[in-house]
């Protein structure tokens, strides 16, 4: 069964930096693409960012371009994803989760989620 674990998340002031972890296990992931999600309170979740994890094609939500960054760690079959010049509008539950790499597939697998806070 595959399961992902986020760490990471905390208190930060506006500007600051945060990098999150998310390790996977239970599966083989060189077919998947590992994406980041957020849901800050009375709102959707959305997506963040996301990453295929064979060939390490990226792809980013235009809140975020030039601010975050993600990438894998092969030896720890993690995935990183580092925020830098953090905003208070960053404010959420940031969760990992999975899918298979073909157009259309759902994510189907998914964390528990790591609060982040950023204050003004």
């Known amino acids: 069964q595959v399961q992902l674990v986020e760490s990471g998340g905390g208190l930060v002031q506006a500007g600051g930096s945060l990098r999150l972890s998310c390790a996977a296990s239970g599966g083989t992931f060189s077919s998947y693409v590992m994406g980041w999600f957020r849901q800050a309170p009375g709102k959707e979740r959305e997506f963040v960012a996301s990453?295929?994890?064979?060939?390490?094609?990226?792809d980013f939500a235009d809140s975020v371009k030039g601010r975050f960054t993600i990438s894998r760690d092969y030896a720890k079959s993690a995935v990183l994803l580092q925020m830098n010049s953090l905003k208070p509008e960053d404010t959420a539950v940031y969760y990992c989760a999975t899918r298979l790499a073909y157009a259309g597939a759902p994510y189907r697998y998914w964390g528990q989620g790591t609060q982040v806070t950023v204050s003004s």
């Open positions: 990453i295929r994890w064979s060939g390490g094609s990226t």
